[in-house]
């Protein structure tokens, strides 16, 4: 049984440009949902993907976008970086949404905008 | 909305203690309670999971407790070792992921 996996580890950007995080599921999970953990806080919901489309989102502007993909693997698109935007970033996948049976989560993406 | 609490926010102990770290959260509509651990720079593994009918899960030394009518979890850490220094982190299942505590940034000293 296979983890999540997340890629890549670690990404430097500019201000201004335009990212994608990859992430694939546990295997049997239908659900990805990612996070965005700033340093010293909690990670903060963004969005989540059932069965390829959006169910769930968090207090994220629209420049954070998402795709899940019919082998329930799953993008995050952030447009228009901030210097903000930088954080790890984690994915999670579970089986179901509203699902009593947990998380598991990826290594995560560190972010850096400069 | 739904607020998760951790109190305390740091906790430094020696070797061999028994120790408790809390949880609270403000909506009692969970589906589930996880207990997580950070490591610096790292993902989060997941240590326990208790579902809303359950009220507690065990696994090794460590054991955590769900009250939803009070809205409060806790995690109970028997005989700490050096190598459980880590942010804990706890968090709610909700329709809309997880909501997580800011963290209990714990260290034991050797």
């Known amino acids: 049984e296979t983890g999540v996996t997340q890629s890549p580890t670690h990404l430097i950007k500019t201000r201004g440009q335009q990212v994608t995080l990859r992430c694939s599921s546990q295997s049997g999970h239908n659900t990805v949902s990612w996070y965005q953990q700033a340093l010293g806080q909690g990670p903060q919901f963004i969005f989540q993907y059932y069965r390829e489309e959006e169910n769930g989102r968090g207090n994220f502007p629209p420049r954070f976008s998402g795709l899940q993909f019919p082998n329930y693997s799953s993008e995050l698109n952030v447009n228009a970086l901030e210097l903000d935007d930088s954080a790890l970033y984690l994915c999670?996948?579970?089986?179901?949404?509203?699902?009593?049976?947990?998380?598991?989560f990826g290594s995560g993406t560190r972010l850096t905008v400069v | 909305k739904q607020e998760v609490t951790q109190i305390p926010a740091a906790l430094s102990v020696p070797e061999g203690e028994n120790l408790v770290l809390n949880c609270s959260f403000t909506d009692s509509a969970i589906y589930n309670l996880q207990w997580f651990r950070q490591d610096p720079g790292k993902g989060l593994t997941s240590l326990l999971l208790?579902?809303?009918?359950?009220r507690e899960q065990t696994s090794g030394r460590l054991n955590a407790s769900l009250d939803k009518s009070s809205g409060r979890s806790t995690l109970y850490i028997a005989a700490s070792q050096p190598g459980d220094s880590a942010t804990y982190l706890c968090?709610?299942?909700?329709?809309?992921?997880?909501?997580f505590g800011k963290g209990t940034h714990l260290i034991i000293q050797p």
């Open positions: 208790i579902q809303s009918s359950q």
């Open positions: 968090a709610g299942g909700g329709a809309d992921g997880l909501t």
């Open positions: 999670a996948s579970s089986l179901g949404w509203r699902t009593p049976y947990g998380y598991t």
